[in-house]
């Protein structure tokens, strides 16, 4: 059996390539990986085309990088002599013409209809050229579009895309060389260029308040009851077969929608909202789908698996951060024991320190701080295997934690006879929180060493403030003070090295200069460039600098349903983006949550949802529930849409 050839590789040429396309239909796909040079070869066969006194119409299909019009749309555009006049569009308010392939096939075969008949048409197809996704748009567009002739710009060094479903359809194919400076530009350039189409066309602009009653939400909107994953969202008003207008979300409250739409533009009873989204740091991107594959219920690599199958630990949720990790060790039945791994830095943080079998003795090296709840057995046993892995030359290990722990910790190394190790035991510094100040000792094994250190003054709860993240705490009642904390990432400023080309400057410590003014809200600062001229801050850094906001994580657990401690983890966990709480019971033992001073399944929900979480994470389920954990997911969902259920075995 022999496979069909590739047509030959036609030169680079548009008024060679003009004529051959004109001796086909009217009808054509300008086909090719993204970055490949679609757009500016439509250009300049509508140019040749126009300069023959034939008009030339031509249908913008990428939503992420349109060759014309708006992202986030499909644009119809006649060419003029200054460039393309765009006639129509139909919003999609989504940049992935890959995972929304239907809908930009409707929408692309909606502006096709008001495309006057016997006229040349272009269509610059989306760079989706690989996978199912790329197979069935090719073949959507094809069939669908009633395509005559389909151009394929490619690489000499590269197999045709798709080239089996090519040459299957019985139209023509004209596969040609890509202009050799054909390259894709970077995602931050092509995030910056968008984003500054999307500005300027908002730029004059008005507010209105909707009331969602009066809406018909279609498209893939986020869940109602989180109202910050609505901020900044592209919305369309769409009438039965047209788009009317296209805007902006401001905000979600009280039922309301503020939204950013022209001057003079209308609205309908429908509204369209999918996941094209202006984020925090003014970037116009792809936002991750609600409650996406960020948790999951695998171990990473650094955790050793259940000693069985049939082990009762439960679901082990692990949930994804930029740049780490954190999992419930011991499953969601077992001790408490959050494991932050910071990879870059080779660094690891503990929450909680329960059973730590499961933790090897090469993260026990790298454990820089533990934020202990309180002392009951179950959340600081695993203090043991901590002290014994870290026998030898280690940094000091600190320790946070409620009143009391340094009497706990000095009584658990004094348990231990250290006469053989010398100066090689492990070295702690230990911090108790009392209010607004920390007292502190320093301890090391085996050289009897215990040392007070100075007290620290706190302020709104900030124990640890690195160059890389801060951690705040709460005291909560369990009939014991028990510390609450909320692990938060600081913001990641990245320079755009396309953007410093385009200024023309070279890199060099002012760049830093100009970081620590950005991150200190210091726009006014003025930063001498290499060419000895000075510019602010804030404008350089709006041109400079992408800006990757910071995470939040909150760990909770051991409390009682009281309002006073309902008030303060509320406002602790507002708008976190990992939720960790436990839910001890049903509302059905409520009874025995209340003498032991737990929460309830629906208690945690409740909470977690007037927080505003992105994502809760449940875990240290009473073993009563070993059998049925499902029962317990199902009652939090009733009070939080935010929980994720683990797959069923």
Partial sequence: MTHPASPPLLTYCPSSLAERLLTGGQRILLYGEAGIGKSTLTNE????????????????????????????????????????QVLAFEALCT?????????????????????????????????????????????????????????????????????????????????VHAHPQACRPGQKTRAHKRTQQWRTYLAVSNEIMINLSDLRLIGSPPPLDVPDAWTGRQCAFIDTDRTVSIGEIIALQDGKLQLRLPVAAATTQILLVRDARSEKNGLLVSAAPFASGNLQFLPPPDAMPYPTKDYSGGPRPAVKLRGMYATMINGVFGDPLLHLRQHQQQRSLLFDLGDSVRLSTRIAHQVSDVFISHAHIDHIGGFLWLLRSRVGDFPVCRLFGPPGLIGHIKGMIDGVLWDRIGDTGPRFEIAEIHGNRLLRTRIQTGCRDCVDLPEIQIADGLIVDDPLFCVRTITLDHGTPVQAYAFESKIKLSVDENALKTLALDAGPWLNQLKQFVSAGDNKAMIRLPDNSSREAGELGARLLT??????????????????????????????????????????????????????????????????????????????????PEAVYLEINAACSRVIMPPKK
């Fill in 95 to 175: 940049l992935d013409a890959g995972r929304f392939r239907l809908p930009l096939l409707s929408a692309v075969n909606r502006l096709i209809q008001k495309t006057p008949q016997g006229l040349l048409l272009l269509i610059d197809a989306p760079g989706v050229v690989r996978g199912i996704a790329g197979s069935e748009l090719l073949t959507g567009m094809v069939d669908l579009l009633n395509i005559d002739t389909v151009v394929v710009l490619n690489r000499q060094s590269k197999p045709l895309p798709l080239k089996n479903e090519l040459l299957s359809f019985g139209v023509r194919v004209l596969p």
């Fill in 547 to 628: 800006v990757t906001p910071g995470e939040k994580l909150v760990y909770a657990t051991d409390l009682a349903d009281t309002e006073a401690n309902r008030t303060a983890l509320t406002a602790l966990a507002h708008k976190a983006d990992f939720f960790f709480c436990e839910a001890a019971f049903l509302e059905t033992d409520i009874e025995q949550a209340r003498r032991t001073g737990h929460l309830t399944a629906r208690a945690c929900g409740e909470i977690a949802t007037g927080a505003d979480v992105k994502q809760l994470v449940p875990f240290h389920f009473s073993r009563r529930y070993e059998t049925e």
């Fill in 45 to 84: 066969l509508s140019r040749v085309f126009s300069e023959r006194g034939l008009a030339c119409f031509c249908i913008s299909a990428d939503p992420g990088s349109p060759g014309f019009g708006l992202p986030g749309t499909v644009s119809l555009g006649q060419w003029q002599e200054i460039g393309w």
